[in-house]
T-cell receptor
Framework: DGGITQSPKYLFRKEGQNVTLSCEQN?????MYWYRQDPGQGLRLIYY???????QKGDIAEGYSVSREKKESFPLTVTSAQKNPTAFYLC?????????FGPGTRLTVL | SQQGEEDPQALSIQEGENATMNCSYK?????LQWYRQNSGRGLVHLIL?????REKHSGRLRVTLDTSKKSSSLLITASRAADTASYFC?????????????FGTGTRLLVSP
């Protein structure tokens, strides 16, 4: 099956810890994106990557970091500098105009 | 914030009725897309309308676009309980395969049997 996978589905973090969210795609898409969704809200762009070894900050990049060492993978690290990390995180990719989304990771800070 | 806005925030209808949701965006666009999200899931693309189009149909979906008012609407006809979900508009400014989308705040649709 072609698509985007995210892991884990649920993640719990203690304050002060860094955590890494996984995003993998086998769609052969160049562009990949990370979004954050808060309850009852739309999606806000954290980081995006148009090609391997290149990425740019989105609208809310503070407290997050990414890497793009392989075309298939775009992991997101939520650092301790992110003051309010509890949210639903969505990864997406696209080649044409349409974006394809993974199932999401729900991160909760304890 | 550059986020678009949608109204209503929530809509509750009976099966068989039509559902209309509206979206406003803030900057000039190349295309406007609509996505659906079931609770706790990722988004699924529904339909795209380009800035030079005024109306587009896909099955039970009808989308309109008014670039002079920076607004779009999504009509779902003959709704079904399975249409229950949140619906988001997303505006795209690029005419390329790379799409940096700006999402609206979403409309939660509840369709009762």
């Amino acid at each position: 099956d072609g698509g985007i996978t995210q892991s884990p589905k649920y993640l719990f973090r203690k304050e002060g810890q860094n955590v890494t969210l996984s995003c993998e795609q086998n769609l052969n898409h160049d562009a990949m994106y990370w979004y954050r969704q808060d309850p009852g809200q739309g999606l806000r762009l954290i980081y995006y990557s148009q090609i391997v070894n290149d990425f740019q900050k989105g609208d809310i990049a503070e407290g997050y970091s990414v890497s793009r060492e392989k075309k298939e993978s775009f992991p997101l690290t939520v650092t301790s500098a992110q003051k309010n990390p509890t949210a639903f995180y969505l990864c997406a990719s696209n080649f044409g105009y349409e974006q394809f989304f993974g199932p999401g990771t729900r991160l909760t800070v304890l | 914030s550059q986020q678009g806005e949608e109204d209503p925030q929530a809509l509750s209808i009976q099966e068989g009725e039509n559902a209309t949701m509206n979206c406003s965006y803030k900057t000039s666009i190349n295309n406007l897309q609509w996505y659906r999200q079931n609770s706790g899931r990722g988004l699924v693309h529904l339909i795209l309308i380009r800035s030079n189009e005024r109306e587009k149909h896909s099955g039970r979906l009808r989308v309109t676009l008014d670039t002079s008012k920076k607004s779009s609407s999504l009509l779902i006809t003959a709704s079904r309980a399975a249409d229950t979900a949140s619906y988001f508009c997303a505006s795209g400014g690029q005419n390329t395969g790379f799409q940096k989308l700006v999402f609206g705040t979403g409309t939660r649709l509840l369709v009762s049997p």
